[in-house]
């Protein structure tokens, strides 16, 4: 099912969940069961055949051999089914520490512990923006769930000590509700069977082939059918964390977080790799340029109309996390903007271990990204060179083969809007120029000009090969606004015969 179908369902769902709980909680653990329905057959095979040649060797004069027969090759197959589904158990990325490395941390954590009645297995400090208690199965989709706490540096950077705590409560929450356990349950299912639709992207062997279309088909279902319940959990583990911290503190840090995630991804993080067009070395501490940037830049990223913006947004109908706004409705607090102290960030709880994994980070990501900083310096110092060039001559004066260079190169160094200027002037050209439409059609999208469409339309028209990419991309722009009759009719107007042979 494409997006807009997804959407569709998932809203009928959760219209079902209100009005009729308990039919939709048997409805999604219907469809949970359902992923166990191949293996368990094969083992309701074996277990039948297994009893038919006892029976046969014990109260009949021979022993069938149709029975032991059909017991091993249950077995068997059942075997390569369990191979197939089977998922590393694999505990996720970062820097593990114990109690010696961060005292003050782990003394919260087993406060946390005994308050929540969780366990938490493994501590791994990474880089993103992030506090998760990931649960992951030693035993593939069959369970023995380990909880593995991760904690970004950024977040810490972020967030006070009391608000961190709320957050973790909130994790645990996911764990803890006993008196939700089916839910709980579906929130493990889900994150199994995400792992083995990923997996099943790319199968390998003829068992896994076969499985792969099963559960393609099936898991997507599963997921749409729990989302419902997926969403009450979120609210219910932030009831949990509002009654074991403060429902307060709670909103204080989901905003913070919103709104020092926007300004790390928007702001922090292109003012950085922007540096690339200055000087071939990579900066030398992200992360601890990160923490100054968070306290130079705080009054930007607390302010009155970020957080007006964050309280406006709605919930991706992927996610089961709601919006901020239904969040702290649902907590029944005040959305204000936060304050920032660093002095009191959760940072501190690292102790001594705070300068090692800042430095692990920071000389990690100057690893990763050293041969490509250098690589785009020098793309970007030639591409100025070149650019330079072309901007002696008057646009009137070069070939279309010189406008299409000139347009790729103002979009290589940022000018984007020098470049949709230029291939408007490629376009107007007489002759065929079907990239320079699907190219222009597509930047205009990206702002939001719906004057792109009529250009991918063009492109299509102009370049047979184009159609496939042009349809795709005006289909799916309309489909995620949410008019699906346009983009159909988009559609049929770029290719007539795709949309007879009812590939849409």
Known sequence: MDSSDFSTLIGRLEREAQELPRLHAAKVAAVAALGYAPPAALASLGVICGFSFLHS??????????????????????AAMIRALWI??????????????????FALLRAAETLNGVRVDSVRINAEFVVSLRQIPRW????????HLQIGLPLLATLSVDEFVALLAHEMGHSRMRDQQFSAWIYRQRIAWSALHAKFTHPTGPIERLLARFYGWCIPYFCAYCFALARAHEYAA????????DPQVLGDALIKAELAGRFLAEVFWPSLYAQVD??????????????????AGHKAWTRQEWLAQALNKYANHIDPHPSLAERLAALEVDAAPPTYDPGNAAFSLLGPSAETLLSHWDDAWRKQ???KWRDRHRELQEARWKL??????DESSLGPDDLWIKANLLLNVNRNADAIETLRALAMRQGSHGKAHMLLGELLLARGDERGLQHLIAAAGQDAALIPSAGELGYSYLVKRGRKQEALRFWRQVSPAAAVGGSR
Request: hydrophobic share 45%; aromatic share 8%.
């Open 57 to 78: 060797l014990f109260f009949a004069e021979d022993a069938s051999p149709l029975a032991l027969f059909g017991l091993l090759t249950a077995v068997g197959a059942l």
């Open 369 to 371: 990204h050293a041969a």
């Open 388 to 393: 330079a060039e072309y901007e002696r001559c």
């Open 88 to 105: 590393p158990g694999e505990a996720p990325d970062g820097v593990q520490i114990d109690a010696e490395d961060a005292p003050e941390l």
């Open 278 to 295: 200055k000087t071939p070395e990579t900066p030398r501490r992200p992360y601890k340029l990160m923490q100054r940037a968070l306290q």
């Open 238 to 245: 932030d009831h949990v964390a509002a009654a074991v911290t």
């Open 140 to 147: 593939s989709v069959f369970g023995g769930w380990r909880n």
